[in-house]
């Protein structure tokens, strides 16, 4: 497709029907990548809501929509607040229920993985799977997060930490991507609930450390950087 467009020009193009398509050719141009690059596409959206603060309509602010948990909300949220179309002329419930289904297969069910959008503060590439601290404190979620019985986030969850909930652990552990916190559940079983995704580097909520111990700090200065603990 020709991309000569003029910013007087009524042409939609892209993901989001950017008109004038001008406005999407310029970035392109001073990216020096195609406009039909997706990831140029999802950057110039990114870069219009993070310049102006938020959406351009609407009730709820870029960080309010990241923490949707509902993805017929998010779909609403986006229609109303991004592209500022009507819910009743714009397929919604194709849109719901497009949004439900990669939901599904992005989340499998394991809410969190935006988090608050606090950095985890560092690397994690020496670490490795399975290392764990002996530290205990107090962990406040402001996601829904699931309890397992192993920390990997395919296990089955046995429940779920809600939004604004809190939990009192002992031990952390780094696996699967993720970090983890651990307590003894009330038949004397180990239980594991996520509260940071590594490669997204966030964190799921806020952590009041109470003391930690046995620590091997020689090998694993971003593991510590990373749970919050200086040696």
């Known amino acids: 497709?020709?991309?000569?467009?003029?910013?007087?020009?009524?042409?939609?193009?892209?993901?989001?029907?950017?008109t004038p398509a001008g406005k999407i050719k310029v970035y392109a141009d001073k990216v020096g990548k195609a406009v039909s690059d997706i990831n140029v596409q999802l950057d110039y959206?990114?870069?219009?809501?993070?310049?102006?603060?938020?959406?351009?309509?609407?009730?709820?602010?870029?960080?309010?929509?990241a923490h949707d948990t509902d993805p017929k909300v998010a779909a609403l949220d986006f229609l109303q607040g991004y592209e500022?179309?009507?819910?009743?002329?714009?397929?919604?419930?194709?849109?719901?229920?497009?949004?439900?289904?990669?939901?599904?297969?992005?989340?499998?069910?394991?809410?969190g993985t935006y988090g608050d959008g606090s950095s985890t503060g560092g690397t994690t590439t020496s670490t490795p799977d399975g290392y764990t601290i002996q530290s205990?404190?107090?962990?406040?979620?402001?996601?829904?997060?699931?309890?397992?019985?192993?920390?990997l986030m395919s296990n089955p969850g046995l429940a779920t930490y809600k939004a604004g909930q809190a939990v009192n652990y002992d031990q952390k552990e780094k696996n699967d991507d993720h970090y983890w916190l651990s307590y003894?559940?009330?038949?004397?079983?180990?239980?594991?609930?996520?509260?940071a995704n590594i490669?997204?580097?966030?964190?799921?909520?806020?952590?009041t450390l109470t003391k930690h111990k046995s620590i091997n700090c020689g090998n694993y200065l971003a593991t510590i950087g990373l749970f919050g603990i200086k040696c």
């Open 199 to 207: 490669s997204k580097g966030t964190y799921f909520g806020t952590d």
């Open 45 to 65: 959206i990114w870069n219009q809501v993070t310049a102006t603060g938020g959406f351009y309509g609407g009730s709820k602010s870029l960080k309010q929509f």
């Open 136 to 151: 205990s404190g107090t962990f406040t979620f402001n996601t829904n997060c699931k309890v397992r019985n192993k920390p």
């Open 84 to 111: 500022m179309h009507s819910a009743s002329t714009d397929a919604l419930a194709d849109r719901q229920k497009n949004a439900e289904t990669w939901w599904a297969i992005y989340n499998k069910e394991n809410a």
């Open 1 to 18: 497709m020709p991309q000569t467009w003029s910013m007087n020009s009524s042409t939609g193009y892209g993901i989001a029907q950017f």
């Open 184 to 195: 003894l559940g009330s038949a004397g079983t180990r239980h594991y609930v996520p509260y």
